[in-house]
T-cell receptor, first 111, second 111 residues
Framework: RKEVEQDPGPFNVPEGATVAFNCTYS??????FFWYRQDCRKEPKLLMS???SGNEDGRFTAQLNRASQYISLLIRDSKLSDSATYLC????????????FGGGTRLMVKP | NAGVTQTPKFQVLKTGQSMTLQCAQD?????MYWYRQDPGMGLRLIYY???????DKGEVPNGYNVSRLNKREFSLRLESAAPSQTSVYFC??????????FGQGTRLTVV
């Protein structure tokens, strides 16, 4: 079993739709969680950190469920520019500072 | 605002040749990473360095060596390139909160 798993998609949604992605992690001692965005042939860029209490940044909301070991990303009012691959990232070893990436979920927003 | 700088951006090697990928960050981060990204495989950690003077193996270290030259620089060396090492390589550094920032990537082809 992979340490961090995501549905690869693609998720095809119309503009204005609400879409949600989940990511599961296997190590219960994981401490830090993030969502990154990666555009085609570009480097990943930090979208948002995921806090225990959940957090919101404009149209984006991230949640953490430690009991079930998953994090989620909700995108409201999808824009064409939201089309990208969304990567879930987990810090699985605080002492070693190692970051483990999920395989990514591809989102395509259609006009 | 250089952030993380990787060189070269593109490289073609013949099987058996060696090369070093260079990475430098100007954000005073302690942790640095090398990942490779292959189609359908997501980002896989090759090596990481939690601080100057330390390096640790990641998920796929075979065929690679690294050097943490100083706090700013973390290089990745392929001693004898193989076609299986054809990939996109990303260097990253992270803050104390494990938020990672990536270089623009090196597209390596081994023929």
């Amino acid at each position: 079993r992979k340490e961090v798993e995501q549905d690869p998609g693609p998720f095809n949604v119309p503009e204005g739709a609400t879409v949600a992605f989940n990511c599961t992690y296997s190590n219960s001692a994981s401490q830090s969680f993030f969502w990154y965005r990666q555009d085609c042939r570009k480097e990943p860029k930090l979208l948002m950190s995921v806090y225990s209490s959940g957090n919101e940044d404009g149209r984006f909301t991230a949640q953490l469920n430690r009991a079930s070991q998953y994090i989620s990303l909700l995108i409201r009012d999808s824009k064409l520019s939201d089309s990208a691959t969304y990567l879930c990232v987990v810090n699985v070893n605080n002492a070693g500072n190692m970051l483990t990436f999920g395989g990514g979920t591809r989102l395509m927003v259609k006009p | 605002n250089a952030g993380v700088t990787q060189t070269p951006k593109f490289q073609v090697l013949k099987t058996g040749q060696s090369m070093t990928l260079q990475c430098a960050q100007d954000m005073n981060h302690n942790s640095m990473y090398w990942y490779r990204q292959d189609p359908g495989m997501g980002l896989r950690l090759i090596y990481y360095s939690a601080s100057e003077g330390t390096t640790d193996k990641g998920e796929v270290p075979n065929g690679y060596n690294v050097s943490r030259l100083n706090k700013r620089e973390f290089s990745l060396r392929l001693e004898s390139a193989a076609p299986s090492q054809t990939s996109v390589y990303f260097c990253a550094s992270s803050s104390r909160q494990f938020e990672a920032f990536f270089g623009q990537g090196t597209r390596l082809t081994v023929v």
